[in-house]
């Protein structure tokens, strides 16, 4: 990207920084219920945001950048600091989605500022901040990942879901299938490298992991659907009006966000996404669970991040 480039010219303009870590500070409160403003990052983001904002363009506005991102200390002390301010519970639950609302807001500034014709640079430009927002996301939930072991109260710990709510739900959504007609899927997530990171760094830390893969999902679902915890490394998710093939989307969305918010150094978790639908592959609750959890382990066996059951482990769509 030139120097000329739109990202180049707000990443020279100050107030343009300005204006866009307001905006996002706007997103942030929107975005929050009344109960969690107290934690919300609102003085780091009117310290901090603004030279944050400009160092990812500078990235962007780059030409001779390596494909490899290197932030500079600055940004990664004032990545960490947003995570090391807070608690790091709130923290893994919400900061993948209050980087995504700064991710649209650039997204949105670049759109503003390339010319309708020049869609091939604006497909650049997103690319490459995908990539920016990986390793800058990666440095935030790095710190919480490998901070000290604390063990905190029992009250605090979050422990999976009741197993007879899930069959409860997936029971009224089989009986509207008989009814109505209109399939739902169901996708089971497998994250490796909870078990590792727990044996290393203490259960809180493994289980503030699997909270921010439960957040990732939880933005995916977009209120699409319903998520449950299901063991220690286990999430699942119910989408309804959905057929298995239609939920690869989201799964492959989980998966790529997850891989993309971690750093290449210190414990990394991996998303394996199985997915299956009723009426399609089973009709009751414990059949479709059985057929979502043993595609997820089927795309484990092969190094994938996805299968649908029944169909050979598949790569990203």
């Known amino acids: 990207m030139s120097e000329s480039s739109p990202a180049a010219e707000i990443a020279r303009s100050p107030a343009a920084w300005e204006r866009l870590a307001k905006n996002w500070l706007l997103e942030v409160i929107e975005r929050s219920p009344l109960t969690e403003l107290d934690d919300l990052p609102l003085g780091w983001i ?13 990235l ?9 991102l290197t932030l500079s200390p600055a940004a990664l002390e004032r990545a960490t600091s947003l995570a090391g301010e807070r608690d790091r519970e709130a923290v893994a639950h919400r900061l ?37 927002f990986g390793a800058v996301q990666a440095a935030a939930m790095e710190s919480v990942a490998t901070a000290p072991r604390v063990d905190v109260p029992a009250s605090l710990d979050q422990e999976p879901d009741d197993p ?8 009224t959504l089989i009986s509207e299938e008989r009814r109505t007609g209109v399939p739902f899927a169901i996708a089971h997530f497998e994250i490796e490298g909870v078990e590792r990171i727990s044996k290393g760094y203490g259960r809180d ?15 995916q679902l977009s209120g699409r659907g319903r998520a449950f915890r299901t063991g ?26 997850v891989d993309r918010s971690q750093a290449g150094r210190g414990p990394r978790v991996q998303v394996a996404a199985g997915l ?13 669970r059985d057929a979502a959890e043993e595609a997820a382990w089927a795309a484990r066996a092969a ?8 169909i050979p482990a598949l790569q990203d769509p």
């Open 276 to 288: 299956a639908s009723c009426p399609l592959h089973a009709t009751s609750p414990e059949a479709l």
């Open 60 to 68: 962007l506005s780059d030409p001779g950048a390596a494909r490899e």
């Open 96 to 132: 993948p989605g209050e980087f995504a609302a700064l991710q649209a807001l650039l997204i949105e500034a670049l759109d503003r500022e390339l010319p309708e014709r020049d869609r091939r640079e604006f497909t650049r430009a997103v690319t490459r901040l995908a990539e920016v």
């Open 303 to 310: 190094g994938k991040p996805l299968a649908v059951a029944g």
């Open 164 to 171: 007879e709510a899930l069959d409860a739900w997936l029971g």
């Open 46 to 58: 009117s310290r901090e945001a603004a030279p944050l904002i400009a160092e990812i363009l500078g």
């Open 232 to 257: 220690l490394g286990q999430l699942i998710a119910v989408i309804p009006g959905n057929e298995a093939g239609d939920a690869l989307e989201l799964a492959a969305g989980v998966s790529d966000v």
């Open 205 to 219: 830390a493994a289980n503030r992991m699997v909270v921010a893969v439960a957040g990732i999902l939880d933005g």
